[in-house]
């Protein structure tokens, strides 16, 4: 069985089109979870009550994208789940075609082809991929649906905005980092997953529309949370077999970015951000510990041993 999580605050004319068009083309018996992040009035959840069948999971207060979605994966049922947006459309058969994927017993999480909308002639995603340097990116932002997009392959990970998850690989990784809050936790939910032994493959017969122009420029507080999990996720993934060639592509990649940001006006909030995790230094080695010594009891692998990732 298919369970489909969507994760939603205050969008509500976009959740009930999303809610319309996964109604009109999922397989049957789809188990469908709006998870509530304390919307304002609970909007969110009467939007989702407005559709039979659908399960409302009701946050007390505002947490973050990925401490809802995994409220919501807690409370699923299905074998494979799909984190879905509420400001995306779902087109006919994407669930199906997808779904086949997981017949392959090593394949833990399936990218859909995600396209803007209304058009669907421009990429969103096409999977994700991370270069070594830390920087993780969709592939094909941007541009134009070609020849290039059309075919199957595996890829780093997906996208938390439209990601199938066979459930027992998320069970056995751990779900999304609650400490993110959102941004980038599905890059560091890929990492472990791609520790693990898991694959993500590519299937671009799963088509789905993405309102872009639904989201705003993120405001500085969220412009710095985006910086600071950015940083976070390069440091508690990346291998130390890797690090020594890491870290100097890394250092490129931040006098790169900044030079950006300063161009942008926005270099103050990204800083901020990077020094937000040397704050929370001890933390990060407690999580890098951790994870550790999760890869070594479960995974059977030394963390010295040479990297299995699909950079």
Same mark, same amino acid.
């Given at each position: ?130 270069? /070594?340097? %830390?920087? !993780?990116? @969709? &592939?094909?932002?941007?541009?134009? +649906?070609? $020849?290039?997009? =059309? ?102 990649? /931040?006098? %790169?970015? !900044?030079? @950006? &940001?300063?161009?942008?006006?926005? +270099?103050? $909030?990204?800083? =901020? ?39």
């Amino acid at each position: 069985m298919l369970s489909i999580v969507i994760p939603s605050h205050h969008r509500c004319d976009l959740l009930r089109r999303c809610l319309t068009t996964v109604r009109n083309h999922a397989p049957a018996a789809t188990e469908i979870i709006v998870v509530d992040d304390a919307s304002p009035d609970h909007v969110a959840g009467r939007v989702a009550q407005e559709f039979a069948g659908v399960r409302v999971v009701r946050l007390d207060r505002r947490r973050g994208f990925a401490v809802a979605a995994n409220a919501g994966i807690r409370t699923s049922r299905g074998a494979v789940v799909e984190m879905l947006n509420d400001d995306t459309e779902v087109q006919p058969g994407w669930a199906n075609t997808a779904l086949r994927c997981f017949n392959d017993p090593a394949i833990g999480s399936v990218a859909p082809l995600v396209l803007r909308w209304p058009n669907g002639d421009t990429i969103d995603s096409a999977g994700d991929r991370y270069y /070594l340097g %830390g920087v !993780a990116q @969709k &592939r094909g932002h941007g541009q134009p +649906l070609g $020849p290039e997009f =059309l075919k199957p392959r595996q890829v780093f990970g997906v996208s938390a905005a439209a990601g199938f998850y066979r459930r027992a690989a998320l069970d056995e990784v751990g779900h999304f980092p609650e400490s993110f809050g959102s941004y980038f936790e599905d890059v560091d939910l890929a990492f472990r997953l791609q520790r693990a032994g898991w694959r993500a493959m590519f299937e671009p017969a799963s088509r789905v529309l993405h309102h872009i122009s639904a989201s705003h420029g993120p405001s500085r507080r969220l412009l710095e949370q985006q910086s600071c999990n950015e940083e976070r996720v390069f440091w508690r993934n990346v291998p130390a077999s890797d690090l020594w060639r890491a870290v100097p592509k890394h250092a490129a990649v /931040l006098a %790169g970015k !900044a030079w @950006k &940001r300063w161009q942008e006006g926005t +270099l103050t $909030p990204w800083v =901020l951000g990077r020094l937000r995790l040397i704050m929370d230094a001890a933390e990060l080695r407690r999580d890098r510990h951790a994870l550790t010594r999760q890869i070594c009891s479960v995974w059977g692998v030394e963390e010295s041993a040479p990297s299995r990732l699909v950079i």
